[in-house]
């Protein structure tokens, strides 16, 4: 086989391997996208009248422990004012109980509008990013002037960050509990893998500099000090822009960032120190080569 046939054979093994990879990402976006915010229907009645919860999970944040749910209350049966109406034909109230206490009032003759309810994780370590998972528990009731009403929960998940993985079942009291799991996204857990192995790549590539620098007593290198000091600062730079703004002394910093940026700043020291010492050793035979007459 000639050289120019091995040549060729190589690059289209390299076009099948990026267009593989590629294929497997536009998979991947795929399959996400179809599953996130999609309406999950949890505990719905089959009839009477009863009222629709239309529950948005948005703007989640596991460093406050909290997320923020937007309630849109829809009315069904005698509950509506017309059929397949949003307006309500009698004035309804909506309790919903997480850590503070909400309550959702409908007025006759009007649809409701979106409200926002507050509700707190009561389990969870954002720490443990990127695994973390965090739950949380909100308990939904109704009732008018009659009593109290059935309530249903339809759910979506809005936040591009994370997962939720909702349940929802009455209770004893005739409220509906929905509860949830939230986690990372795949997105997110794809990067956060992505920037652990380049911690790890580029603290070994440094190392391996910093070694062929010390045996090939190289001295003071500047473009390669440079490299070295350029890559220790530009970890800091990729740590703060994992996505979901982990705090420090994350699952990610022990697992990669502090030992990278351990790895690189002792191979800088070192090659710094190392190559002074080669410096010096050089001018030193330089001024003996001069002080006997010789070419140095």
């Not at 003759?109 to 990127?130: I, K, L």
């Not at 822009?241 to 940026?261: H, K, M, N, R, T």
Request: aromatic share 8%; hydrophobic share 50%.
């Amino acid at each position: 086989m000639t050289a120019a046939r091995v040549r060729d054979n190589r690059f289209l093994v390299a076009l099948l391997i990026v267009a593989v990879l590629c294929s497997a990402g536009v998979a991947l976006y795929l399959n996400e996208r179809n599953t996130r915010q999609q309406a999950r229907e949890l505990a719905l009645p089959e009839s009477g009248d009863w009222i629709e919860l239309d529950v948005t999970a948005q703007d989640i944040d596991p460093g406050a422990g909290d997320l923020t749910l937007f309630v849109v209350p829809i009315p069904h049966g005698g509950l509506a004012a017309e059929p397949n109406s949003a307006a309500f034909s009698r004035q309804v109230v909506i309790t919903v109980q997480s850590a503070t206490r909400t309550e959702l009032r409908a007025a006759a003759g009007e649809a409701a509008t979106p409200q926002p309810v507050p509700a707190d994780f009561h389990a969870g370590t954002v720490t443990d990013y990127p695994f973390d998972r965090h739950r949380f528990a909100v308990s939904f009731a109704a009732a008018d002037t009659a009593g109290s009403v059935p309530v249903g929960v339809v759910f979506v998940d809005a936040d591009p960050f994370f997962l939720v993985h909702p349940t929802s079942t009455p209770s004893a009291s005739g409220a509906t509990v929905l509860a949830g799991t939230v986690t990372r996204a795949r997105s997110t857990f794809i990067l956060a893998w992505f920037m652990i192995a380049a911690m790890w790549a580029l603290a070994l590539a440094v190392m391996a500099g910093a070694e062929v620098l010390y045996r090939g007593r190289q001295g003071m290198v500047w473009p390669s000090l440079g490299w070295m000091a350029a890559t220790l600062f530009a970890l800091v730079g990729m740590r703060n822009a994992a996505p979901g703004s982990p705090p420090i002394g994350s699952l990610i910093d022990y697992v990669a960032f502090f030992w990278a940026e351990g790895i690189i700043a002792a191979c800088l020291t070192f090659t710094v120190v190392a190559g002074t010492r080669v410096e010096r050793r050089k001018r030193a035979e330089a001024a003996a080569a001069a002080a006997t007459g010789a070419d140095p």
